[in-house]
Structures are given as structure tokens and as C-alpha cells.
């Protein structure tokens, strides 16, 4: 049967794309049509629309990949990056090259909108392939999560309700206790938006950082406040009345557990109290909202892992689902080398597109 690659098309398309989703990953992909509009045709940096293809049989979808493009900040110099997305082959045609062939597409399509970089979260089944093809790994990716309440994990491991409430009793004093100083020179607010201030804290520590994607204004109110299907909350720092960092998060549930997924952590990678300081408002409010934990993303670079790590946070046991990095270049000027390790970049749980779905 003749086959062929086309646009994806929102309204036409998107019961095909559902049902390929589904086949693919299960039902617990987020499949609201209204944020795969804002996703993929209300990018502002995709002024073409979006650049998400199918590959249709029949017009049955039976493989799909993308691009989104944004900006990444290297060494002082800003480059436009392609972030691949959505690579998907149903399971009925698998080992027919399909995915090859959509990668292949992609970096065609990458090209066309001038995009410097590709960069990529695979997961075990992709990962090989992309390996491949040349693609370079970068890093593993990790996740942090900080426990809040263990009452729960106690009872599953335990079996044995008054002692798991006593465990979690002192465990959330101890915490608490630690927790309970502050800074005086430094205050907080929480916000229902991202303001327009947050450009300033971009502004002021960009210099400071190697490797990330460019967090300014342009990027997070997109993001965060644009975004249809959930509600973020923004936490501000601020030293002496002049705002030096920031947290945005969101809540979610598993089948066990409420959690907070901090999307954005962002301050001077270098001062260990903004860190820490901003790590214990989150606490505050993991406490007072009931949560059992928060999780985070930072990368290596800077004192924020470290830091980190004192304030309760350790890597998760089995790693994320999308967790190496890779890349393929586009441009002569990127040299890879400067983008392996990740001690050399600061990454957040919103990059990528893992947290879409959470």
C-alpha cells in the first residue's frame, strides 16, 4: 500500500495521532487536543507552524516524529535547537525502517527552519536506533525527588498502619526542624502567573551558566502560562526587594502518591543559600498543600545538586522513562564536545517534553 508523509494536521488528523498514542504508550499520555494545539501551532518560535510529521498507509497514521523548536544559550552565544518529539511507530509495523525514515525527515525538517541543534530524551527502545544514526549521547538525564510524607511507602513496606504514622511523624519533624531558619534578607512570594520580572533574574545569572535552554520571559510565559490544559504556580526569590529566583511547578498524582513536579528551578548556580532557601520554600509548601513528594531536575553544573542533596534530595531508584540525551548537530559552530557531560548544563524538568504528559 502506498504510503506517504504529511503535516499533521490538528483537526484533521488527531484521531489517527490519538489512536497511534495510545497503541504506542498506553492510555496515560496526555492526549487533550487544545495543548497539542498550543504545543505544536501556537510555538512562537515556529513562525512556518508546526513541525510535526505523520506517516500515513491508507491515511492511517502508523508512524510520527517532530521538532520543536526554541533556544539554547552555549558558552554566551544563543543557538535556535530543535528538540525531537512524538516518535512514535505502531507496533503492527515495527522493523520496517519506519523510524529511520521519520528521523531522517525531521532533520530535513530541522534544517528548513534553521535550527543549529537537535536535541532528544530517548528511552531504552529508541535509544539504540539512535545510536545508529549517528546521533551523539550527551548525558543520562536524572530525576530528584524529595520526600515529604512516607506514610504511604511505610504501609507498603511495613504493612503496619500505627508504625508507618510514627515513622512519617518523625520523619517530617526532623525535616521541619531543619527548615524552620531563615533568611532575612531574602523574601518570597507566590504567584497564579509568570511575571514579566523573571526576565531580570534571566538577565542577571545567564553569563554564569554553560549550557541550557534560555529561560527568559519569552520562554517561560509560553511555557508555563500559556499552556491550556494546566495551571502552574510560580514562586518568586527575592534578596533586599530585587528578585534573584525563581520555582514553577505544578501538582500531579500517581497511583500512589500527590506530588509537585517543579518544572523550573532557576537562580545563581553559584550562591548555596538561594539554592538552598528556595529548596525550603518548596518544602514549606509541599508540607502545607499534604503532598508525599517534589521532584526536580538540575544537571551537574553549578552548587545546585549539592546544595540540593542537603536539602533532602536524592536521585530516584529507577531512572526516568526518557532519560539520555542526545544530539545531532546542524551547525559547524556547535562542537559537540562542549555539550557532553552534564556538568556542564543546567536542565529542569520542563525541558523536553516528558513533563507534557505527566
Not at 176 to 192: P, Q
Amino acid at each position: 500500500m502506498a504510503r506517504e508523509i504529511v503535516k499533521f494536521d490538528l483537526d484533521r488528523d488527531f484521531s489517527g495521532f490519538e489512536a497511534l498514542s495510545k497503541a504506542c504508550f498506553g492510555p496515560n499520555s496526555n492526549l487533550n487536543k487544545e495543548m497539542h494545539r498550543w504545543l505544536l501551532d501556537e510555538n512562537p518560535y515556529q513562525t512556518d507552524g508546526n513541525l510535526l510529521f505523520l506517516m500515513k498507509e491508507s491515511d492511517k497514521p502508523i508512524a510520527c516524529d517532530g521538532i520543536l523548536l526554541n533556544e539554547l544559550y552555549l558558552k554566551g552565544k544563543i543557538y535556535s535547537v530543535a528538540h525531537s518529539v512524538k516518535s512514535m511507530t505502531d507496533p503492527n509495523y515495527r522493523g520496517q525502517g519506519l523510524f529511520r525514515t521519520m528521523t531522517e525527515n525531521s532533520v530535513e525538517q530541522a534544517k528548513k527552519a534553521g535550527a543549529d541543534l537537535i536535541l532528544g530524551l530517548a528511552n531504552k527502545a529508541s535509544y539504540p536506533a539512535y545510536q545508529k544514526f549517528n546521533w551523539e549521547t550527551l548525558f543520562e538525564k536524572e530525576v530528584l525527588v524529595k520526600p515529604i510524607h512516607i506514610k504511604k511507602f511505610l504501609k507498603r513496606k511495613l504493612r503496619f498502619t500505627p508504625l508507618a504514622m510514627a515513622g512519617d511523624a518523625v520523619f517530617s519533624l526532623w525535616d521541619k526542624i531543619r527548615i524552620s531558619k531563615s533568611n532575612k534578607d531574602l523574601n518570597f512570594t507566590w504567584l497564579e502567573q509568570v511575571p514579566s520580572e523573571t526576565q531580570q533574574v534571566w538577565n542577571r545569572f545567564k553569563d554564569k551558566y554553560d549550557v541550557l535552554l534560555v529561560r527568559d520571559y519569552k520562554y517561560l510565559s509560553y511555557r508555563y502560562n500559556a499552556r491550556p490544559d494546566v495551571s502552574y504556580r510560580t514562586l518568586i526569590m527575592r534578596d533586599q526587594g530585587q528578585i534573584v529566583g525563581y520555582a514553577i511547578l505544578r501538582e500531579a498524582s500517581t497511583e500512589h502518591s500527590v506530588l509537585a513536579s517543579v518544572a523550573e528551578f532557576f537562580t545563581d548556580p553559584f550562591n548555596d543559600n538561594y539554592i538552598k532557601y528556595l529548596a525550603q520554600q518548596l518544602t514549606k509548601y509541599a508540607y502545607e498543600r499534604g503532598l508525599d513528594y517534589l521532584v526536580l531536575s538540575c544537571g551537574d553544573f553549578g552548587n545546585y545538586r549539592q546544595v540540593l542533596k542537603t536539602q533532602g534530595y536524592h536521585p530516584t531508584l529507577q531512572p526516568p522513562v526518557n532519560n539520555m540525551m542526545i544530539a545531532c548537530a546542524l551547525n559547524d559552530e556547535i562542537k559537540l564536545e562542549d555539550l557532553k557531560d552534564a556538568e556542564h548544563w543546567h536542565v529542569t524538568q520542563g525541558d523536553g517534553d516528558a513533563e507534557l504528559d505527566l
